[in-house]
């Protein structure tokens, strides 16, 4: 955890001494969609192993799913109040 802390708070630093440079910043925000892409393959691949997940699915599968609605409207609900309450005069 600590790790990760670190990192973040590295990338924190190094994006803000870089912020000028378009073309590398653009660079980056593309590794991430790949990076980002590619843990969500390994995930699938981690759950679709998984015998106890894809045996017990049709039991998970609908209270997984409930979950995944409700927190990504929640997601989205949160965000478009954070943006009007902090960025809409911007």
């Known amino acids: 955890m600590i790790i990760g802390i670190a990192l973040l708070v590295v990338g ?11 073309k ?4 980056g925000s593309r590794f991430t969609d790949g990076a980002i892409f590619m843990l969500l393959f390994f995930l699938g691949l981690s759950v679709g ?3 106890a997940v894809v045996s017990n ?11 995944t609605v409700l927190a990504t409207l929640g997601s989205i609900l949160v965000t478009q109040w954070f943006y009007r309450m902090f960025f809409k005069d911007q």
């Open 12 to 22: 924190i630093f190094t994006g803000y001494l870089l912020r000028n440079r378009k």
């Open 57 to 67: 699915f049709n039991q998970l599968g609908l209270q997984a799913f409930l979950l």
């Open 24 to 27: 590398l910043i653009a660079l």
């Open 49 to 51: 192993s998984n015998q």
